[in-house]
């Protein structure tokens, strides 16, 4: 070995490393003659008096191979690699723990164009059964900061199912989850499942507390149909007009409640022309986002009267728009693309913004409600968040979705093994080792495993 490595032949030393880890796992379970496999026909065919004694130490010596993949003993092996990377790289996060020099590893990957084999993963898209009440839905992010694909993740089948709701210890519109995953093996020999269980709770326009007046509630207005009094009497919100809306709070005008809304009266801001309504979010609730959070963002409408043009939603540097012509009369979600964009350094601006526009309107009306912001939550590598519908969950309402591996990408696969337990390291690290499907763009280690 060089005494001082380039950092990419830093980065081949860490693949030797990975190389090794992987050759103990097919001598462990998957090479012709392995130890699961062995043992199970040394355990299964004894036959004699005084051999039943070798049973112990036949499963300590299991044990003991199973032992080189836990992730603690993985992160032993490979922090002298990671921090040679950084030292190559003239990184000061060099004596840094495990987390921060994966965080550093991947940046310093990054700057230098360097590429491992992506496991190719699959995510399934969170569908509710057809016994579920509920008409909202569960959010999944599956891209990084930089584009790249999240694969501190396992290959298994995941459940989301309503604990708790309104009758039953939560709030309606923030009714509480449990998201699991498959059992975990007694063995790190082999891997089926996560064992995840954790408990998430959904959201409303209210739970973040970064839109501040977010279903348009307080607004002077004393009857249905009310013009707004003044550009700034909806609070919080600067219109860009008054003639160009109305506040109603009849009931076909009301996409869903949210926590406290049964004790006032519920409006939505309604285009009658072509305008727009603006927050300020440093302004309004100095709320800070986080850099290492994706957000999800989306705003309910509906048009009436055959109403057309275009509906903007816009948050920072991003926008998603919709033609209004395409709702058919009833309440519809805007949302903005979960993607690279959805973590704050990629959509933050130095006043930024909320704005809700219509367009190219000649006729008809539109009605917007139910702002939401809110950052998403980590569990097993991806990022969730369950966002209510017009009609709340209830108990035992349940999504089901699958994530599939395409390839073995032994050097991904077992930096993920090594964080595998270590959430807040996955969350520090705002992202995953950059990954390519093509092989020659491959410059980290050479060969995929096929299995």
Same mark, same amino acid.
């Not at 309104?166 to 923030?174: L, P």
């Given at each position: 070995?060089?005494?001082?490595?380039?950092?990419?032949?830093?980065?081949?030393?860490?693949?030797?490393?990975? %190389?090794?880890?992987?050759?103990?796992?097919?001598?462990?379970? !998957?090479?012709?003659? /392995?130890?699961?496999?062995?043992? %199970?026909?040394?355990?299964?065919?004894?036959?004699?008096?005084?051999?039943?004694?070798?049973?112990?130490?036949?499963?300590?010596?299991?044990?003991?191979?199973?032992?080189?993949?836990?992730?603690?003993?993985?992160?032993?092996?490979?922090?002298?690699?990671?921090?040679?990377?950084?030292?190559?790289?003239?990184?000061?996060?060099?004596?840094?723990?495990?987390?921060?020099?994966?965080?550093?590893?991947?940046?310093?990957?990054?700057?230098?164009?360097?590429?491992?084999?992506?496991?190719?993963?699959?995510?399934?898209?969170?569908?509710?059964?057809?016994?579920?009440?509920?008409?909202?839905?569960?959010?999944?992010?599956?891209? %990084?900061?930089?584009?790249?694909?999240?694969?501190?993740?396992?290959?298994?089948?995941?459940?989301?199912?309503?604990?708790?709701?309104?009758?039953?210890?939560?709030?309606?519109?923030?009714?509480?989850?449990? &998201?699991?995953?498959?059992?975990?093996?007694?063995?790190?020999?082999?891997?089926?499942?996560?064992?995840?269980?954790?408990?998430?709770?959904?959201?409303?326009?209210?739970?973040?507390?970064?839109?501040?007046?977010?279903?348009?509630?307080?607004?002077?207005? #004393?009857?249905?149909? %009310?013009?707004?009094?003044?550009?700034?009497?909806?609070?919080?919100?600067?219109?860009?007009?008054?003639?160009? &809306?109305?506040?109603?709070?009849?009931?076909?005008?009301?996409?869903?409640?949210?926590?406290?809304?049964?004790?006032?009266?519920?409006?939505?801001?309604?285009?009658?022309?072509?305008? /727009?309504?603006?927050?300020?979010?440093?302004?309004?609730?100095?709320?800070?986002?986080?850099?290492?959070?994706?957000?999800?963002?989306?705003?309910?409408?509906?048009?009436?009267?055959?109403?057309?043009?275009?509906?903007?939603?816009?948050?920072?540097?991003?926008?998603?728009?919709?033609?209004?012509?395409?709702?058919?009369?009833?309440?519809?979600?805007?949302?903005?693309?979960?993607?690279?964009?959805?973590?704050?350094?990629?959509?933050?601006?130095?006043?930024? /913004?909320?704005?809700?526009?219509?367009?190219?309107?000649?006729?008809?009306?539109?009605?917007?409600?139910?702002?939401?912001?809110?950052?998403?939550?980590?569990?097993?590598?991806?990022?969730?968040?369950?966002?209510?519908?017009?009609?709340? &969950?209830?108990?035992?309402?349940?999504?089901?979705?699958?994530?599939?591996?395409?390839?073995?990408?032994?050097? #991904?696969?077992?930096?993920?093994? !090594?964080?595998?337990?270590?959430?807040?390291?996955?969350?520090?690290?705002?992202?995953?080792?950059?990954?390519?499907?093509?092989?020659?763009?491959?410059?980290?280690? /050479?060969?995929?495993?096929?299995?």
């Amino acid at each position: 070995m060089a005494s001082n490595p380039t950092v990419s032949e830093a980065l081949d030393d860490m693949a030797l490393a990975l %190389d090794l880890i992987h050759e103990v796992y097919l001598f462990g379970n !998957s090479n012709a003659k /392995n130890v699961l496999a062995m043992y %199970d026909a040394l355990i299964t065919g004894l036959d004699g008096e005084y051999v039943v004694g070798a049973v112990g130490v036949a499963e300590r010596i299991r044990n003991r191979t199973g032992q080189a993949l836990q992730p603690a003993e993985i992160r032993a092996f490979l922090t002298p690699f990671l921090r040679e990377i950084c030292r190559a790289a003239g990184d000061r996060r060099v004596t840094s723990g495990y987390g921060e020099l994966c965080k550093a590893v991947r940046e310093i990957m990054i700057a230098n164009s360097e590429l491992m084999y992506s496991r190719n993963l699959t995510v399934g898209t969170p569908t509710f059964t057809s016994a579920s009440t509920g008409t909202g839905a569960i959010k999944v992010l599956s891209t %990084d900061k930089d584009g790249y694909q999240l694969q501190g993740v396992g290959a298994e089948a995941w459940s989301a199912v309503v604990r708790q709701d309104q009758t039953s210890g939560a709030q309606k519109h923030r009714e509480v989850f449990e &998201f699991y995953g498959v059992d975990r093996e007694r063995t790190p020999l082999l891997w089926s499942g996560s064992g995840i269980s954790t408990r998430i709770t959904a959201v409303d326009c209210l739970s973040s507390g970064i839109v501040l007046n977010p279903s348009f509630d307080t607004n002077g207005a #004393s009857s249905d149909g %009310d013009a707004p009094a003044s550009t700034t009497a909806v609070t919080n919100w600067t219109l860009s007009g008054t003639a160009p &809306f109305q506040l109603k709070s009849a009931a076909t005008h009301q996409y869903r409640g949210y926590v406290g809304s049964d004790d006032v009266t519920q409006w939505a801001l309604t285009f009658v022309d072509n305008g /727009n309504a603006e927050q300020i979010v440093r302004t309004a609730s100095r709320r800070a986002f986080r850099d290492d959070t994706p957000y999800y963002c989306q705003i309910a409408w509906k048009d009436f009267t055959s109403c057309d043009g275009t509906l903007t939603f816009e948050v920072g540097t991003r926008t998603a728009s919709v033609d209004v012509t395409t709702g058919g009369g009833a309440w519809n979600v805007l949302a903005l693309t979960l993607g690279q964009n959805s973590w704050f350094e990629n959509f933050a601006e130095d006043a930024l /913004n909320i704005k809700i526009t219509l367009a190219s309107n000649t006729t008809g009306t539109l009605a917007v409600d139910d702002v939401v912001i809110t950052p998403m939550v980590e569990v097993g590598g991806l990022w969730y968040v369950p966002v209510g519908g017009a009609t709340a &969950f209830l108990v035992n309402d349940t999504a089901t979705w699958t994530i599939s591996q395409g390839q073995f990408a032994k050097y #991904s696969y077992w930096l993920w093994r !090594s964080l595998e337990d270590q959430p807040g390291a996955r969350i520090g690290m705002k992202g995953w080792f950059p990954t390519t499907t093509t092989g020659s763009s491959v410059t980290v280690g /050479n060969t995929l495993e096929g299995l």
